[in-house]
């Protein structure tokens, strides 16, 4: 089995920018995804990136891959990492379509969706109920749908969606809803916006497709007709297979400042860390970090 130098999993803004500092740098490695671009192709209009004064996240993504792609970079799409361990000096990664070996590996598998856990939130997966507003919000155009969440991404997916659906409204569980000012005081002023605090769904009901969400208030519990439910209240670190790995209480992986975890080669970088804020140029910085000690990790050992 080929031995690579490094191995990157994931391809977000973390990973696909440790792969261009890990081919600058001439390593022997591969990238293994799920998909290209990470949470960044969710993301809505973004105008915090610098060298961008307004773009797109999908736009963004497409430029970043692009810039990975130039390198030829060897890689494996649509392969989801299941385990990562380190015997000796090598580390194997299995993933669900074969089995790699590196001396170094960075994870940059970044955040997933939080799930309701409630009942028809399965059965009504991708049938009217959706995690990504970038994604599919244009499936909804002229269609009433319900955003569950208060925070961040509940706004960016409100902004993104006042402008393709007929109603929109704001299922938060607290008394007010969170997230930066100048994000809820451009969704308050939309006239179609409701916003339903103290509220939490206990059910997504429908026939083939969402019709309806039961929710709870202070009142009791009562229907409301939607057609779309937007499920935007958090994410969890993918890091599942990586139970060797030092994790914080919110399962986030721990790293020191040169991105090394508790395992000696073994790197981190972007939203699946205990790294302070998560944003898409942190992320990016952090990636190439990663790709730097990785290289100064190699440099220094004798395999």
């Not at 089995?1 to 591969?30: C, E, H």
Request: with cysteine; aromatic share 6%.
């Amino acid at each position: 089995m080929q031995i690579y130098d490094l191995i990157i999993i994931g391809a977000g803004p973390a990973g696909i920018t440790a792969s261009v500092y890990a081919a600058r740098k001439k390593l022997n490695f591969l990238v293994i995804t799920l998909d290209i671009g990470g949470q960044a192709a969710w993301s809505g209009d973004i105008e915090n990136y610098t060298g961008y004064q307004f773009i797109t996240g999908p736009e963004l993504s497409s430029k970043f891959e692009e810039h990975m792609r130039k390198y030829g970079i060897a890689l494996k799409e649509n392969e989801e990492a299941l385990a990562l361990e380190k015997s000796g000096e090598i580390i194997s990664v299995e993933t669900n379509k074969g089995d790699y070996q590196a001396r170094s590996v960075i994870i940059a598998s970044g955040k997933k969706s939080r799930e309701l856990g409630v009942p028809g939130e399965k059965e009504f997966k991708n049938r009217g109920l959706t995690y990504c507003a970038t994604c599919d919000g244009p499936l909804f155009a002229g269609k009433e749908v319900a955003i569950i969440g208060g925070g961040n991404s509940a706004l960016d997916a409100a902004l993104q969606l006042i402008r393709i659906a007929k109603h929109v409204y704001i299922i938060n569980n607290t008394a007010h809803l969170a997230g930066d000012e100048i994000m809820r005081q451009k969704v308050e002023a939309v006239s179609n916006v409701t916003v339903l605090n103290n509220s939490q769904v206990v059910s997504v009901t429908g026939d083939k497709f969402v019709s309806a969400i039961k929710i709870k208030d202070n009142a009791g519990v009562k229907e409301l007709a939607v057609q779309g439910v937007f499920v935007e209240i958090g994410l969890i670190p993918n890091v599942a297979f990586a139970r060797q790995v030092e994790r914080n209480e919110r399962g986030e992986i721990k790293i020191d400042p040169r991105n090394q975890t508790n395992i000696p080669g073994v790197f981190a970088a972007g939203d699946v860390t205990d790294v302070q804020e998560k944003q898409i140029i942190i992320a990016a910085g952090e990636g190439s970090k990663a790709a730097l000690s990785a290289f100064r990790y190699l440099a220094h050992k004798k395999f």
